[in-house]
C-alpha cells in the first residue's frame, strides 16, 4: 500500500518537472517572450547586472549562454561577491581546520578541493609536504587528535596563522579569477566600477580606474547582495569588534572570543576559532541556537558544540560596549531584562544577521519598491515594481544563501530570455558548517505539527551506521519527516560529519515527490554514511534492520 503511495507521489512530481521541461523544450532557442525584447547590434546590452556575486555572476554566464548580450557591473574589483571573497568559500576553507578533540577521523574524502584555504604547518612537514591543503588541515586535526590512539605520534604540531590567511587568500583569488576566464568563455562582458540608475534603461558606472561610464540595456537585474546587520551602540572597527570579514582576517588567535548572534556564522567562525584555541561564549538574544533549524535536531546538535566548549548564553542581549581598554568589556543582561554583568572579551564577532545592499543604486529615483527591512520587492519572475528591472539573491526576500541565489539568477534570465525558469524555496537546503555538520530540506517536525497534517517520523543514529563507526565519528542522526496517510517525505533534518553532502539525496526526493518507501528501497552502498537515510527512511513506514 505504501509502495503504491510512493509511485503515485512519485509520478506525481515527476510529471510536474515534466511538464516544466516540456514548457521549456518548447521555447528551445526561440526567444518567447521579454519585458522589452533583445538587442540585436550595437552597444545596448540586452541584460545588464549589478552585482558579480553567486546570483550576479551565475546569472551572467546563464544570459550570455542563452544568446544575450550580457555586461556584469561589479564594485569589488573581483568576481564571486560575498560568498567568495568574504563568505562561504574563505570561512569553509578554515572549517576543514577539524573538530573536536574528543571526536576522531573525520572523513577527508567528504571534502571538496574548492574548499581549500588554510595551510598548517606540521613540524615533521617530510610527511605531508607534497599533500593538498585539505589534507594538510585533516592530517593537523588527526595528528592533534587521533593518530595517537591508531599508533601514529609525532612529537609536536602547531598552527601557522599568516600562512593560513595567506594560503586562504590564495584559494579566494583562483577562485575569483577562475570566474572571470569563464565570463572571457561566455563573452560577458565585465565593468569593474560602482553602479547606480540613471533610468530605467542605463545605469553609470564609477569604473575602479576612475573614469565613468553608462552602460544601456533592455533588461537590468539588480544582484547587490547584503552586508552585516550592525547593532545598535557597537560600532565594528574589524580589529576589536568584528563582522564576518574581520573574523576571517585575524591576525592572531584571540584568547577570547565572543560572538553576538547563534546563527549560521556564529556558530561556524565560532567554532573555527574555538578549534584554534580561543575560549568562546557565544550570546544569543532567542530562546535557541539556529532558530530555523529542527528543534529536537538543534538540542542534540548545541550539545554537541558545548562538548567541543563554546559557551551559550541564550536569552541574553549585549547592552554596552566598553573598548577603552586593551580589550572588549560587554555589559549583558537577560533578554526579558534583569540583572547585567560583564563579559570580557580580545575580540568580539557580531553575527547578528545580515541586511539587503542597495546603498547608492538610485532605486529611489527609478521607483523601485521595498519593503520595511529594504529588501527589493519581487514578483514570481523577479521583476521589481519597475518593468525590465529584475532582482535577485540576498537583496529580495527568501534565504540568504549562494546556492538560492545562483538558482534566482538561472531563473530570472530564463524568464527574461522568454523560458519557464523555477525556483522552489521551500527546498532549498540549509548546511551548518561545523562539525558535525547540520544539513535540512524542508518542513521541520514543529512545522509539520502547525500545519496540521499527521505525519511520522523516522530516525536514525550514526552510532549504528557502520561506515561512522569504522571512521570513529559517529555523532549525529537522520531525521526523516513524512504524510502518515501517504508517506511523501515533507522534512529530512541530518547531524553528521558529511551532512551537507548526505542532504542533496533528501533534496531530490522533496523535488520529486518521493515517500519515505522510496528512499527505503533504493539499494545504497555499503559501507556508507548514507545508509543511514535508508534506515531513516524505513524507520519512518517501517522498522529499520540494524536498530
Ligand atoms: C561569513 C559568511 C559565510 C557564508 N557561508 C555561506 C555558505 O556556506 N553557504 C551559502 O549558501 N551561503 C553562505 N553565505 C551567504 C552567501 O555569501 C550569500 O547568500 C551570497 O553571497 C548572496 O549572493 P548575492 O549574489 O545575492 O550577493 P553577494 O554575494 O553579496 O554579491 C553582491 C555583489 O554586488 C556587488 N555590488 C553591490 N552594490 C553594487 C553596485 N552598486 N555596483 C556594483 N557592484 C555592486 C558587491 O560588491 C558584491 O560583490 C555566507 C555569508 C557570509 C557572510
Ligand atoms: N553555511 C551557510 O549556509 C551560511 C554560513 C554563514 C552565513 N550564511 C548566511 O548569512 C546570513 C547571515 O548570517 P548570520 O549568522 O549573521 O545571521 P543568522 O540570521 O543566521 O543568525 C543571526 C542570529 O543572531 C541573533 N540575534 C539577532 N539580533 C541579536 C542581538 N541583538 N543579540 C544577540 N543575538 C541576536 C538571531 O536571533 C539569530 O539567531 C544567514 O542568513 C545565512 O543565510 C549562511
Not at 565585465?190 to 565613468?212: A, L, M, P, Q, R
Not at 540595456?217 to 552585516?228: E, F, L
Not at 529588501?375 to 529584475?390: A, K, L, W
Not at 502518515?484 to 515527490?513: C, F, R, S, W
Request: proline share 4%; with cysteine; glycine share 10%.
Amino acid at each position: 500500500m505504501a509502495m503504491a503511495m510512493a509511485s503515485v507521489a512519485r509520478r506525481r512530481a515527476s510529471g510536474a518537472l515534466l511538464a516544466a521541461r516540456g514548457a521549456l523544450a518548447g521555447g528551445s532557442g526561440v526567444y518567447l517572450r521579454s519585458a522589452r525584447g533583445f538587442a540585436s547590434a550595437g552597444d545596448e546590452n540586452d541584460v545588464i547586472i549589478i552585482g558579480g556575486g553567486p546570483g550576479g555572476y551565475v546569472a551572467a554566464i546563464k544570459a550570455a549562454q542563452l544568446g544575450l548580450k550580457t555586461t556584469c557591473i561589479e564594485k569589488r574589483g573581483t568576481l564571486g561577491g560575498t560568498c567568495l571573497n568574504v563568505g562561504c568559500i574563505p570561512s569553509k576553507a578554515s572549517t576543514l581546520l577539524s573538530s573536536s578533540p574528543s571526536s576522531s577521523i573525520p572523513v577527508f574524502s567528504l571534502f571538496s578541493p574548492r574548499d581549500l584555504g588554510f595551510c598548517l604547518v606540521l613540524l615533521r612537514q617530510d610527511l605531508f609536504l607534497s599533500s593538498a591543503l585539505l589534507h594538510s588541515s585533516h592530517m593537523y586535526h588527526e595528528a592533534n587528535h587521533s593518530f595517537p590512539s591508531h599508533g601514529v605520534k609525532f612529537s609536536q604540531v602547531e598552527v601557522d596563522l599568516a600562512a593560513m590567511m595567506a594560503q586562504k587568500d590564495k584559494a579566494v583569488s583562483n577562485l575569483t579569477r577562475g570566474i572571470e576566464g569563464l565570463f572571457k568563455k561566455n563573452k560577458v562582458n565585465y565593468v569593474k566600477g560602482f553602479g547606480k540608475f540613471v533610468s530605467t534603461s542605463e545605469v553609470s558606472v564609477d569604473t575602479i580606474e576612475g573614469g565613468n561610464t553608462v552602460v544601456k540595456g533592455k533588461n537590468i537585474i539588480i544582484a547587490t547582495g547584503s552586508d552585516v546587520k550592525s547593532l545598535p551602540g557597537i560600532t565594528i572597527d574589524e580589529k576589536k569588534i568584528v563582522s564576518s570579514t574581520g573574523a576571517l582576517s585575524l591576525s592572531e588567535i584571540p584568547k577570547k572570543l565572543v560572538v553576538i548572534g547563534a546563527g549560521y556564522i556564529g556558530l561556524e567562525m565560532g567554532s573555527v576559532w574555538g578549534r584554534l584555541g580561543s575560549e568562546v561564549t557565544v550570546v544569543e538574544f532567542a530562546p535557541d541556537i539556529v532558530p530555523s533549524m529542527d528543534s529536537e535536531v538543534r538540542k542534540l546538535f548545541q550539545r554537541t558544540l558545548e562538548k567541543q566548549k563554546m559557551k551559550f548564553m541564550l536569552k541574553t542581549k549585549v547592552v554596552g560596549v566598553d573598548t577603552s581598554g586593551e580589550g572588549v568589556k560587554l555589559t549583558v543582561e537577560p533578554a526579558a531584562g534583569g540583572e547585567r554583568s560583564t563579559l570580557e572579551a580580545d575580540v568580539v564577532l557580531v553575527s547578528a544577521g545580515r541586511t539587503p545592499y542597495t546603498a547608492g543604486l538610485g532605486l529611489e529615483d527609478i521607483g523601485v519598491k521595498m519593503d520595511k527591512v529594504g529588501r527589493i520587492i519581487v514578483d514570481e519572475r523577479f521583476t521589481t515594481s519597475v518593468p525590465g528591472v529584475y532582482a535577485i539573491g540576498d537583496v529580495i526576500p527568501g534565504p540568504m544563501l549562494a546556492h538560492k541565489a545562483e538558482e534566482d539568477g538561472v531563473a530570472c534570465v530564463e524568464f527574461i530570455a522568454g523560458k519557464d525558469g523555477h525556483v522552489d524555496y521551500d527546498l532549498v537546503p540549509g548546511v551548518v558548517y561545523t562539525h558535525p555538520e547540520v544539513a535540512s530540506v524542508g518542513k521541520t517536525e514543529d512545522q509539520v505539527k502547525a500545519s496540521g497534517v499527521e505525519y511520522c517520523v523516522g530516525k536514525f543514529p550514526f552510532m549504528a551506521n557502520s561506515r561512522a563507526k569504522a571512521i570513529d565519528d559517529a555523532e549525529g542522526v537522520v531525521k526523516i519527516l513524512a504524510e502518515k496517510e501517504t508517506d511523501k517525505i515533507l522534512g529530512v533534518h541530518i547531524m553528521a560529519p558529511n551532512a551537507g553532502e548526505l542532504i542533496h539525496e533528501a533534496v531530490l526526493a522533496l523535488q520529486y515527490g518521493a515517500a519515505s518507501e522510496d528512499i527505503a528501497r533504493t539499494c545504497h552502498a555499503h559501507p556508507t554514511m548514507s545508509e543511514a537515510v535508508k534506515e531513516a527512511a524505513m524507520a519512518t513506514y517501517d522498522k529499520p534492520i540494524h536498530i
